[in-house]
């Protein structure tokens, strides 16, 4: 008896984990989509691809869950399904999208940042030129002459 129920948790640890793998690849797809939009400056879909990764951040958690639940069902059974060579392969399969997601996200955060610190910058640079544009308005100078002689 004990073998059928470790049979049987052991396709439906690989039926979860197969979900689980497909999810993981279209979230890479997604990350990697939001990379190019991050890159090239796409920001007018930016906001649906962030509000789409927060779900799949709340896919996560219900993951996770669903792991955790078939694992505290029976600790002893969930082990020895658990060691399965497809169920193995499948783990280490969503181990290295995960990996490759997280490179992502690095990759996207670093993008995020450097834009946003060039746009402190060019914020900075503006206000700088607001002062001064502010001082020659408001100067009883004649304007200056250029080289050209122009003004």
Same mark, same amino acid.
């Given at each position: 008896?004990?073998?059928?129920?470790?049979?049987?948790?052991?396709?439906?640890?690989?039926?979860? @984990?197969?979900?689980?793998? /497909?999810?993981?690849?279209?979230?890479?797809? +997604?990350?990697?989509?939001?990379?190019? #939009? %991050? &890159?090239?400056?796409?920001?007018?879909?930016?906001?649906?691809?962030?509000?789409?990764?927060?779900?799949?951040?709340?896919?996560?958690?219900?993951?996770?869950?669903?792991?955790?639940?078939?694992?505290?069902?029976?600790?002893? @059974?969930?082990?020895?399904? /658990?060691?399965?060579?497809?169920?193995?392969? +499948?783990?280490?399969?969503?181990?290295? #999208? %995960? &990996?490759?997601?997280?490179?992502?996200?690095?990759?996207?955060?670093?993008?995020?940042?450097?834009?946003?610190?060039?746009?402190?910058?060019?914020?900075?640079?503006?206000?700088?030129?607001?002062?001064?544009?502010?001082?020659?308005?408001?100067?009883?100078?004649?304007?200056?002459?250029?080289?050209?002689?122009?003004?």
């Amino acid at each position: 008896m004990e073998f059928n129920q470790i049979t049987q948790l052991e396709r439906e640890l690989i039926f979860v @984990l197969k979900e689980e793998y /497909s999810f993981y690849q279209s979230l890479y797809i +997604l990350l990697d989509k939001q990379k190019d #939009m %991050v &890159k090239y400056e796409k920001d007018e879909k930016l906001i649906d691809l962030f509000t789409e990764i927060e779900r799949c951040h709340q896919r996560i958690q219900q993951s996770e869950e669903k792991i955790a639940a078939m694992k505290d069902k029976n600790p002893k @059974l969930f082990h020895i399904a /658990s060691a399965a060579p497809e169920v193995k392969k +499948l783990v280490n399969s969503i181990i290295t #999208m %995960v &990996k490759k997601g997280i490179v992502l996200v690095r990759d996207n955060e670093e993008y995020l940042r450097s834009r946003h610190d060039r746009l402190k910058s060019e914020l900075k640079d503006l206000k700088n030129s607001h002062k001064i544009l502010q001082y020659l308005r408001d100067s009883n100078h004649p304007a200056p002459q250029f080289v050209d002689g122009k003004g």
